[in-house]
T-cell receptor, first 112, second 120 residues
Framework: QKEVEQDPGPLSVPEGAIVSLNCTYS??????FMWYRQYSRKGPELLMY????GNKEDGRFTAQVDKSSKYISLFIRDSQPSDSATYLC????????????FGAGTRLFVKA | GAVVSQHPSRVICKSGTSVKIECRSL??????MFWYRQFPKKSLMLMAT?????????EQGVEKDKFLINHASLTLSTLTVTSAHPEDSSFYIC????????????????FGPGTRLTVL
């Protein structure tokens, strides 16, 4: 079993839709959870990060962490064609330095 | 956030040659940098942690004699793929750990734009 599982998609939605992206994980030691956005042939850029369980909202983006279920989500409201990218979840624990484990990424297409 | 650059952005080389990739932290000093490799539709795979002034720490399964890392200054780390072969073709990305944002205990990573290596 992989430490982090993420459906690679692709996920195609119409403009304005609410998008839900998810990851599951197996290591209960993970405490920090991140979402990165990666455009084609570019490096990932940090979108959201949360510590432990709970929700965090930033504009059209909401990150949710449910540690009891080992499940994290990223919601995108009012999706735009410019949101079309690959979204990678990432997580790490308190030990081991910055050893961050990434999901495979979900490719999202938002159609105008 | 931090600005990280990589050079070159893409390189095509013949099998057997060596290729050097540079990673620069443009707006702050970084004692640590990370090197990742990414295959299409696959997750980022950490190759090694580059430490300024000391040897890099390689992840299990990564050949240190093949992927030479030099962190010569607080703003520059280089990855040299020695005697490259077609199976080394990949997208190589470096990252720099960031400083905590105000009010947060979290650190995160700022990624460079990546280098696409194609070995013929």
């Amino acid at each position: 079993q992989k430490e982090v599982e993420q459906d690679p998609g692709p996920l195609s939605v119409p403009e304005g839709a609410i998008v839900s992206l998810n990851c599951t994980y197996s290591n209960s030691a993970f405490q920090y959870f991140m979402w990165y956005r990666q455009y084609s042939r570019k490096g990932p850029e940090l979108l959201m990060y949360t510590y432990s369980s709970g929700n965090k909202e930033d504009g059209r983006f909401t990150a949710q962490v449910d540690k009891s279920s080992k499940y994290i989500s990223l919601f995108i409201r009012d999706s735009q064609p410019s949101d079309s990218a690959t979204y990678l979840c990432a997580m790490r624990g308190n030990t081991g330095g910055f050893k961050t484990i990434f999901g495979a990424g979900t490719r999202l297409f938002v159609k105008a | 956030g931090a600005v990280v650059s990589q050079h070159p952005s893409r390189v095509i080389c013949k099998s057997g040659t060596s290729v050097k990739i540079e990673c620069r932290s443009l707006d702050f000093q970084a004692t640590t940098m990370f090197w990742y490799r990414q295959f299409p539709k696959k997750s980022l795979m950490l190759m090694a942690t580059s430490n300024e002034g000391s040897k890099a720490t390689y992840e299990q399964g990564v050949e240190k004699d093949k992927f030479l890392i030099n962190h010569a200054s607080l703003t520059l780390s280089t990855l040299t793929v020695t005697s490259a072969h077609p199976e080394d073709s990949s997208f190589y990305i470096c990252s720099v750990p960031g400083t905590p944002s105000s009010g947060s205990q979290l650190d995160t990573q700022y990624f460079g734009p990546g280098t696409r290596l194609t070995v013929l």
